[in-house]
């Protein structure tokens, strides 16, 4: 029997020719990532253990999500982290002027490519299958291990197939493809599975929405969710990953759990109501809501400011309504800048903060009070996430988060744009 395309990859960095689903492997590693959250428990585990980071051109550190400090608490982890990157002289160090959201950031910067192994000390690690990686979330402890031996084990996981057919119709986006298909298999229907992207349909989706799309493969309980090496994506890394690219496709008769099929011409709008990403309508009635933000790991890349300002252009924010504008990297920021983007936002209404996860996970630049309703580009809109847990989030694209700041309420932009 053949392999997929994630159990080639494991099989390569495990030194070995084959490997099986449910097999445990040890493999080595390109990457391990960790952010100001997650780094100060696995370097107290490194201390512990009296270990130092082997490579230290295979450690990336992205302080993101309380960045700039929002307390004391924050501002002590990132020290903790920024010392210790000093100490060990790790390569890969963002800092206040040069860090971005980190899974939008590491791509940026090469540092990750098709064919890698990464972990990272953050469940959206997944976000690289877009580049055709396998990369995954691991704990701060399988991280600290990581950082001292450049290895990791996994459990080889299982395959689901995802068919894209046809291509994208106006004002539908990655983020709706991901949302109808969590909608369609619930938030464990790929439990610890491999979501392997396919088809006709792939080419329709720009390098934006693949990594949309691998990012929330998480939501659906997947292991990791990876696509194919085409020119799309060597395009994307032309110029900025160094290192070989190595194309991994799966076997003829590789081994697939189940096939999916999603037609994407027939995809509409869609939201991921509270409180779970597979609660998704394309439908609903007049909701009103308190905020909206426009950023995050993922939905905050130059192709989804564009999208925003598409719709904001000569609107303005409802006057009940926060909009918060976030660019994930300072790169994006400052192509937002040069295209005039940040200018519409700003004359539209809303705030443009500096690269930060803040609002996504309850941190900071954006806490929801009780019962407030925010539209929101993030990934997760669980219960008490953004803040109260009485407050709501609705999971959505840049365009149905910017038209929905428009009106005030939940709305499409198709709405907003007649």
């Known amino acids: 029997?053949?392999?997929?395309?994630?159990?080639?990859?494991?099989?390569?960095?495990?030194?070995?020719?084959?490997?099986?689903?449910?097999?445990?492997?040890?493999?080595?590693?390109?990457?391990?990532?960790?952010?100001?959250?997650?780094?100060?428990?696995?370097?107290?585990?490194?201390?512990?253990?009296?270990?130092?980071?082997?490579?230290?051109?295979?450690?990336?550190?992205?302080?993101?999500?309380?960045?700039?400090?929002?307390?004391?608490?924050?501002?002590?982890?990132?020290?903790?982290?920024?010392?210790?990157?000093?100490?060990e002289q790790v390569e890969h160090f963002f800092d206040v002027g040069q860090m971005g959201i980190e899974h939008a950031l590491l791509p940026e910067q090469g540092l990750v490519g098709a064919g890698d192994c990464v972990i990272g000390a953050d469940s959206h690690t997944c976000t690289y299958g877009a580049l055709g990686a396998f990369s995954t979330g691991v704990g701060s402890t399988d991280l600290a291990a990581g950082m001292m031996t450049s290895r990791c084990w996994f459990k080889v996981p299982a395959a689901i197939r995802v068919e894209l057919t046809g291509a994208l119709p106006p004002f539908v986006t990655g983020k709706d493809v991901i949302l109808h298909l969590i909608g369609t298999i619930g938030v464990d229907g790929a439990l610890y599975r491999s979501l392997e992207f396919t088809g006709e349909g792939v080419k329709s989706l720009t390098m934006d929405d693949r990594f949309t799309v691998c990012n929330m493969a998480i939501e659906a309980g997947a292991k990791n969710?990876?696509?194919?090496?085409?020119?799309?994506?060597?395009?994307?890394?032309?110029?900025?990953?160094?290192?070989?690219?190595?194309?991994?496709?799966?076997?003829?008769?590789?081994?697939?759990?189940?096939?999916?099929?999603?037609?994407?011409?027939?995809?509409?709008?869609?939201?991921?109501?509270?409180?779970?990403?597979?609660?998704?309508?394309?439908?609903?009635?007049?909701?009103?809501?308190?905020?909206?933000?426009?950023?995050?790991?993922?939905?905050?890349?130059?192709?989804?400011?564009?999208?925003?300002?598409?719709?904001?252009?000569?609107?303005?924010?409802?006057?009940?309504?926060r909009c918060i504008v976030i660019p994930v990297t300072q790169e994006v920021y400052l192509q937002a800048m040069r295209e005039g983007l940040l200018e519409i936002f700003i004359r539209a209404g809303a705030i443009v903060s500096t690269p930060t996860c803040g609002p996504c996970l309850g941190g900071h630049m954006g806490i929801l009070a009780d019962h407030e309703r925010c539209v929101s580009t993030t990934n997760r809109n669980f219960v008490g996430r953004m803040g109260h847990t009485t407050s709501e989030i609705y999971l959505a694209s840049p365009y149905t988060a910017a038209a929905s700041a428009i009106a005030g309420r939940l709305a499409t932009a198709s709405e907003v744009m007649e």
């Open 1 to 87: 029997m053949g392999m997929t395309m994630t159990q080639k990859i494991l099989a390569a960095h495990a030194g070995l020719d084959y490997v099986a689903e449910g097999q445990l492997i040890e493999a080595e590693l390109d990457l391990a990532l960790a952010n100001d959250i997650t780094a100060p428990v696995a370097i107290r585990e490194m201390e512990k253990a009296g270990g130092h980071v082997k490579d230290k051109g295979k450690v990336a550190l992205v302080m993101d999500h309380f960045t700039p400090n929002k307390d004391i608490k924050a501002a002590c982890q990132v020290k903790c982290t920024r010392e210790f990157a000093q100490r």
């Open 225 to 321: 969710g990876i696509f194919p090496v085409d020119d799309a994506a060597l395009d994307y890394m032309k110029g900025r990953f160094s290192r070989p690219v190595k194309i991994y496709e799966a076997d003829p008769d590789a081994h697939y759990e189940r096939t999916i099929t999603i037609n994407l011409s027939a995809l509409k709008p869609t939201v991921a109501f509270p409180h779970l990403p597979e609660n998704t309508r394309t439908e609903w009635e007049n909701i009103p809501i308190d905020q909206v933000v426009i950023g995050s790991c993922t939905n905050g890349r130059i192709s989804d400011m564009r999208q925003a300002a598409q719709i904001l252009q000569g609107r303005k924010v409802a006057k009940n309504v």
